[in-house]
DNA sequence: TATAAGTTTAACCAAATGGTTAAATATGCC
DNA sequence: GGCATATTTAACCATTTGGTTAAACTTATA
């Protein structure tokens, strides 16, 4: 494996996203994440004047991420039902690996003072998604709903368990091993739980 | 209307759990809070000593009824669908009083120096269901699914257009007015929903 | 009226924290 | 070598904030 060195500015951006998704906005520390990148404060201030320049860059990146631009995908000429069965899989997958993200995009979508940081807003996925369900009602593959009601139920299924996460190891006595196994076997079930609501 | 007098510990709760669920623990301040409640800081700390010991009688409460104890209601001799329906409009009700649960909850159980206050678990919400479930699915009323699973999903669909809510408003060029409205109507498709999933 | 508890005022303290500065040192590049 | 940029060190500053204290004032009550 070879090892790449990474630019000051990529340690602290990469050192930011840790500290920021970990302990939110204002239980991050500025010392903190120069530990983590491994520099210190005052090249910290060099780089990225203030906190909040520094965060804004790091959340606008996580924002799109956590609304998922499904663009292509949903493009594709394939049943609905497929799509959100890929939707479920790209996304728990996305999950998987960033289990911060939920909490952290929640957050600073609710923080007033951070408000001024959300400029691109995830209209299309749910334009894509309305656009996408209707073609196929109106061919009758899929039962009657409201599709923004629908969306909102997707991502809720997908991300409570990640936000809780503590609750739920405690609850099931379980470790992050434990979890990750009883989210695999999630994508499945909830492939199913969508099936059954679309299919008429 | 009969105005009730507050005791001046009732205020402080009062307030302490406005502050505490609009801004967080972090973002909450001790003389924020003696300002809603309507007295001064010096009284503040004179009934709770510390804003540790605040935060705790305020998030003692609040955590309760974010995992609700269904006790009485799901040990009913009535299908377990309409326990579900039951809990559907019960939870919603709530999550319409008290936008601001879900994200403190939540916040609090992922928040490391917090843990120590969570006591009171909701095994009994997960150990309900599931009991609750298993005896109907024997009676082949229910479909085999997880119930641990579905729970998750029930939550998960309930509370996260809460979460989500400022990005919905912005989406849906939605005032709050119309915000419940369209909770309102999610209580119907929830239900639909859970229908379908359950129904064999 | 005397006593105790509730409440206010205002000043104060210590620690944490975001941010700055200046000088020294290292590094790469012409 | 010499120059510019990157980096470190360390001290410093202003502000915020949780928490304390002491003295004065109010209120109810015995």
Known sequence: MVQ????????????AEEVFMR?????SRMQDIADVAGINKALLHYYFRSKDKLFEKVFDAKIQSFFPQMGEKFSQ????????????????GL??????LPLFVLNTVNNKDKSAFIKK????LSRQVAQSYYVEFKK???????????????????IFPFLA?????????????TFDKLMEERIQELKRYVTLILTP
Chains 1, 2 share one sequence.
């Not at 807003?121 to 299309?124: F, H, Q, R, S, V």
């Open 4 to 15: 790449i060195e990474l630019s000051t500015e990529e340690k602290i951006l990469k050192a």
């Open 121 to 124: 807003l995830p209209i299309e």
């Open 77 to 92: 000429d394939i049943p609905f039902v497929d799509k959100i069965h890929i939707f479920i899989e790209g996304y728990m």
């Open 23 to 27: 302990d939110g906005y204002d239980g």
């Open 140 to 158: 009758g593959n899929v039962r009657e709903l409201n599709p923004a009601q629908f969306i909102m139920s997707l991502m809720g299924m997908c």
């Open 165 to 177: 996460k503590p609750i739920l190891l405690d609850m099931f006595k379980a470790d992050n091993a």
């Open 95 to 100: 999950l998987l690996k960033n289990p911060y």
